[in-house]
C-alpha cells in the first residue's frame, strides 16, 4: 500500500496518486500546479497555507488505503 509521509514533496506525492490532487485543492491548497509547489514538502506547504499537516497527511493516507 502507498503512503506518503510530511517530508515528501507536492510533486512527489501527486506522482504517488492525482486522485491526491482534489484532497490538496479541497484543503484550501489551490497552488498545486505552482512550480514552488512542486519543490515544497507537504509539511511546509501546509506551514505556508495554515493548515494542520498532520490532518491533511491522515486524510491523503486515508485515502491511499482505499484504494488497495
Known amino acids: 500500500m502507498a503512503q506518503v509521509t510530511k517530508d515528501m514533496t507536492i510533486g512527489e506525492i501527486i506522482m504517488v496518486d492525482q486522485g491526491i490532487v482534489p484532497i490538496l485543492l479541497g484543503s484550501g491548497m489551490h497552488c498545486v500546479g505552482c512550480p514552488s509547489s512542486q519543490a515544497e514538502t507537504l509539511e511546509e506547504a501546509a506551514m505556508v497555507h ?12 486515508e485515502y491511499l488505503a482505499t484504494k488497495n
Open 50 to 61: 495554515g493548515m494542520d499537516a498532520d490532518e491533511l497527511l491522515a486524510n491523503i493516507n
